[in-house]
């Protein structure tokens, strides 16, 4: 290599990390800028008729440039209406696992290394939402692992619980591209997978972590400011459970002066922990 290709390719690494792309997505670079080499394969007679099974034709001639054939969305609309059917026939949290492991309908699934779906305890009392895997979350799986995830252990503790006594997902299981804000398709596509997640992990107390995940889930255009603190009911069409918004653990961090909010959201949450003991809310 040059030393102005060196030059090139320093500006456009640089140029990709100030637009936010911080992973690559194959092992391989794929040359965009090459042209694609359109002749037609050479092909047997019987292809060439018609007459070959498909399975047996050829396909067409692929350049070593070729981008690897990703997934294909569906519209958005028909995506939401296949997700809504997927996740009303789910009986168990493994089976929506499986079902969005293989569910196409989101195209951010193309993009993402793998599902981020769950992690603590399916039977906990406590449930936290956030918004959608990071970067960390991304390359483990699950979610709240990177710095905003210590955090998140750290608020849990801090009312006397471990992160193995709740449980904790998002309403986006895969990491958007470059951490992008979701895009309001997307979180209708996905909505009905975490609606499903929440009335079979059936909590007492649900937790929504920063602005998105409390105006998707507890349907309110007011900000996180106003939000917070407040409880809501969260209907799951089978009961409804007591609700509260508190800041997304991110945003603490960049704000640590609203911990102390934050706090005061917790106890509160802790209290109705305690106001409802497992016995009563078995009997509900
Ligand atoms: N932010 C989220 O909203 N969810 C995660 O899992 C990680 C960071």
């Given at each position: 290599?040059?030393?102005?290709?060196?030059?090139t390719?320093?500006?456009?690494?640089?140029?990709?990390?100030?637009?936010?792309?911080?992973?690559?997505?194959?092992?391989?670079?794929i040359?965009?800028?090459s042209?694609?080499?359109?002749?037609?394969?050479d092909?047997?007679?019987?292809a060439?008729?018609?007459?070959?099974?498909?399975?047996?034709?050829?396909?067409?001639r692929?350049?070593?440039?070729?981008?690897?054939?990703a997934?294909?969305?569906?519209?958005?609309?028909?995506?939401?209406?296949?997700?809504?059917?997927?996740?009303?026939?789910?009986?168990?949290?493994?089976?929506?696992?499986?079902?969005?492991?293989?569910?196409?309908?989101?195209?951010?699934?193309?993009?993402?290394?793998?599902?981020?779906?769950?992690?603590?305890?399916?039977?906990?009392r406590?449930?936290?939402?956030?918004?959608?895997?990071?970067?960390?979350?991304?390359?483990?799986?699950?979610?709240?692992?990177?710095?905003?995830?210590?955090l998140?252990?750290r608020?849990i503790?801090?009312?006397?619980?471990?992160?193995?006594?709740?449980?904790?997902?998002?309403?986006?299981?895969?990491?958007?591209?470059?951490?992008?804000?979701?895009t309001?398709?997307?979180?209708?596509?996905?909505?009905?997978f975490?609606?499903?997640?929440?009335?079979?992990?059936?909590?007492?107390?649900?937790?929504?972590?920063g602005?998105?995940?409390?105006?998707?889930?507890?349907?309110?255009?007011?900000g996180?400011?106003?939000?917070?603190g407040?409880?809501?009911?969260y209907?799951?069409?089978?009961?409804?459970?007591?609700?509260?918004?508190?800041?997304?653990?991110?945003?603490?961090?960049?704000?640590?002066?609203?911990?102390?909010?934050?706090?005061?959201?917790?106890?509160?949450?802790?209290?109705?922990?305690?106001?409802?003991?497992?016995?009563?809310?078995?009997?509900?």
């Amino acid at each position: 290599m040059t030393s102005d290709q060196a030059t090139t390719v320093r500006e456009l690494l640089t140029f990709y990390l100030e637009a936010g792309v911080d992973c690559a997505l194959g092992d391989e670079p794929i040359d965009r800028l090459s042209t694609p080499d359109l002749t037609p394969p050479d092909r047997p007679a019987a292809a060439e008729a018609g007459t070959a099974p498909v399975a047996a034709r050829q396909p067409p001639r692929q350049t070593a440039t070729a981008a690897p054939r990703a997934g294909i969305a569906p519209p958005p609309d028909i995506a939401i209406e296949s997700a809504r059917e997927a996740a009303r026939t789910a009986p168990s949290l493994d089976a929506l696992r499986a079902l969005l492991e293989s569910f196409e309908g989101c195209a951010l699934k193309f993009t993402a290394s793998r599902l981020v779906f769950a992690d603590g305890n399916p039977q906990a009392r406590l449930m936290f939402v956030g918004e959608a895997p990071g970067r960390d979350e991304d390359i483990e799986g699950l979610p709240f692992v990177g710095r905003s995830g210590q955090l998140l252990n750290r608020m849990i503790g801090a009312i006397g619980l471990k992160r193995s006594d709740v449980y904790i997902a998002n309403v986006i299981p895969w990491r958007p591209p470059g951490n992008r804000t979701p895009t309001p398709q997307e979180t209708q596509i996905c909505l009905p997978f975490i609606r499903r997640q929440i009335e079979l992990v059936n909590p007492d107390v649900l937790v929504t972590l920063g602005n998105p995940s409390t105006q998707t889930l507890l349907q309110t255009r007011e900000g996180i400011m106003r939000t917070r603190g407040k409880w809501f009911d969260y209907d799951t069409g089978m009961r409804t459970i007591r609700a509260m918004a508190t800041f997304h653990p991110a945003y603490l961090l960049r704000s640590p002066s609203y911990k102390r909010m934050a706090w005061l959201d917790l106890r509160a949450v802790a209290r109705a922990l305690e106001d409802k003991t497992p016995e009563q809310s078995a009997s509900t």
